[in-house]
């Protein structure tokens, strides 16, 4: 295992060989970069004070969440990918080009987990679902299905019944974005696929992009598939693949049906779609670093003006087997709108 990079000391940074400063000051850069474009990309109101030897992380209450917790939330999970730091990052010198990217790496990750923190602080996530598709392992139908919500009170519903999900929006402005949907709490170890077949009942976007999808990703939310259908109101409908937030494989889709499947084959993951009852199509391959434990579910999500959206998915079938190692499952919680 590398051993950490403590960034914690302002003596780390003490360099009068000019070489060495400028070594110090490109790495800073490196990695005030990866802060940037990594809250960019996740949409978190992150930014950096100071020079790039000596940086501070700063961070805006987003999300009914405080500044406190993001902060000491981005820290921990910093601290947890080996790189020690406080408010404000040293820079060491003597670093190498791997662990200046490895250092960049962690910092990316623990934006994207500071981005999960945002949505579960304000979203509503309930276990205890009953297991309503077909024939599983008994540990996955155990512990049955969770539901969640953002935010919290979002007009979203999703409701259970005997073989089928339904996912629907209301009419009306859902604001910047509302996501919500189902998941399987059994993580699944190795090899698996999962399929789930989609009807669209209702889709009427607005100007922003309207999604659904089946989805797997880690249990930190960290590396994400996505096999989906997009459109708006100005833009086409077509399904693609999100490999770990890049967009690859759009094939145009004006059906009103069809099926989603990923796959993982040793390190390699496979997101595929069928329109309608025509076979799979491979949308995009992936080559993961690393194969960990993958949670499965069906999400959908948008936001501004729309129209109202509803989409079914049913038949969600499982090839795997579950891991050993599982989390606890989540608590069955009442609806904070005070519905059953």
């Not at 500071?114 to 979203?123: G, I, K």
């Not at 499965?296 to 109202?308: F, P, S, Y």
Request: aromatic share 8%.
């Amino acid at each position: 295992m590398p051993l950490p990079i403590d960034c914690s000391r302002p003596d780390s940074i003490a360099a009068a060989d000019p070489d060495v400063d400028a070594a110090i000051r490109a790495a800073g850069d490196v990695w005030r970069r990866a802060f940037h474009d990594a809250c960019v990309r996740e949409g978190v109101r992150g930014s950096i004070d100071g020079p790039p030897m000596a940086f501070t992380f700063v961070f805006e209450a987003q999300d009914t969440a405080p500044v406190e917790l993001i902060r000491d939330t981005f820290l921990r999970e910093l601290r947890d990918r080996g790189v020690a730091s406080g408010p404000t990052l040293y820079v060491q010198p003597g670093l190498d080009d791997e662990t200046v990217a490895r250092a960049a790496h962690a910092i990316d990750d623990a934006v994207r987990r500071v981005r999960t923190l945002l949505v579960e602080f304000n979203s509503y996530l309930s276990g205890g679902v009953d297991w309503v598709f077909g024939d599983v392992p008994a540990t996955v139908a155990s512990r049955g299905l969770s539901v969640y919500r953002y935010p919290k009170g979002a007009p979203a519903d999703v409701r259970f019944a005997p073989g089928s999900v339904d996912i629907a929006f209301a009419a009306g402005d859902l604001g910047e974005v509302t996501s919500s949907g189902f998941y399987v709490p059994t993580a699944l170890r190795g090899d698996f696929a999962a399929s789930i077949d989609y009807t669209i009942v209702a889709w009427s976007p607005g100007a922003e992009q309207a999604c659904f999808s089946l989805f797997t990703h880690d249990e930190a939310s960290t590396i994400r598939f996505y096999a989906q259908r997009n459109a708006s109101a100005t833009e086409a409908s077509v399904a693609q693949a999100n490999l770990a937030g890049a967009l690859a494989g759009a094939v145009p889709c004006d059906a009103s049906a069809g099926r989603f499947r990923i796959a993982r084959r040793g390190a390699t993951m496979i997101v595929e779609h069928a329109a309608g009852d025509d076979a799979f199509t491979t949308l995009a391959e992936h080559a993961c670093d690393a194969t960990p434990d993958m949670i499965v579910g069906a999400k959908m999500w948008t936001g501004g003006t729309t129209g109202g959206l509803a989409v079914r998915f049913a038949n969600l079938a499982l090839d795997g087997e579950p891991s050993p190692e599982q989390t606890p499952t989540p608590d069955a919680r009442p609806d904070p709108r005070g519905e059953a």
